[in-house]
Structures are given as C-alpha cells and as structure tokens.
C-alpha cells in the first residue's frame, strides 16, 4: 500500500523559510509526478507546486519566485522549499503522487502538515 509522509511544516514569521518534505513508500509501478497542494481555513484545496517524472515543474502563480519544488527519485521523495512566506500561506500542505500501473494512473495523498505564517 502506498504511503506518503510529510514533514517539515510549523510556525514562522514572516519573510522567513520553511522546507517540507515527502517521502512514498510501497510505490508499485512508476511515479509520474510529485506535488504538493495547500488547504487555507474555508478554502478548497489548491495546487502549489508539482514536478514531473523529468524536470517539468508548475506553480501556483502567487509562489512563483518564492517555492522551488524538487524530486529525488531513487528515494521517492519531494521537498517543498518555501522561502518569503507571507500570512496568506498559512494552510495544510499535502503531499500528492500519480503512480502509473499500465494505462491507469493512480493519486495518492499524504496526511498533511501544517504551515503558519505570522504576520
């Protein structure tokens, strides 16, 4: 069964850094993608960040120039390193993994951890 951990999150001021990491465990088949999504009080899910089996990333508009996302694949983590946190960063991050088996990709989350941002 497949398992992703997250880790990393907390409390900080603003300006400062924070660098979450995810690590997935009993992967059958191949990882497409790696991505981290936030989860803000009263807002939907949204994604942040998400990296590809190569090097292709996306963000999130408002993180651009802030997160940098990373894979390292022999392992089967990613890490979030988020740097000029602002309040409105405040939120649940998960961890997200598509496993492809055959035709099928399959998603897969974390728990999640917590981020705060004060101001």
């Known amino acids: 069964q497949v398992q992703l951990v997250e880790s990393g999150g907390g409390l900080v001021q603003a300006g400062g850094s924070l660098r979450l990491s995810c690590a997935a465990s009993?992967?059958?088949?191949?990882?497409?993608?790696m991505g981290w999504y936030r989860q803000a009080p009263g807002k939907q899910r949204e994604l942040v960040a998400r990296?590809?089996?190569?090097?292709?990333?996306t963000y999130e508009d408002s993180v651009k120039g802030r997160f940098t996302i990373s894979r390292d694949n022999p392992k089967n983590m990613v890490y979030l390193q988020m740097d000029s946190l602002k309040p409105e960063d405040t939120g649940v991050y998960y961890c997200?993994?598509?496993?492809?088996?055959?035709?099928?990709?399959?998603?897969?989350w974390g728990q999640g951890t917590q981020v705060t941002v004060s101001s």
């Open positions: 009993g992967v059958r088949g191949s990882i497409s993608a």
């Open positions: 997200n993994t598509e496993i492809a088996r055959g035709f099928t990709n399959f998603n897969y």
């Open positions: 990296i590809r089996s190569g090097t292709s990333t």
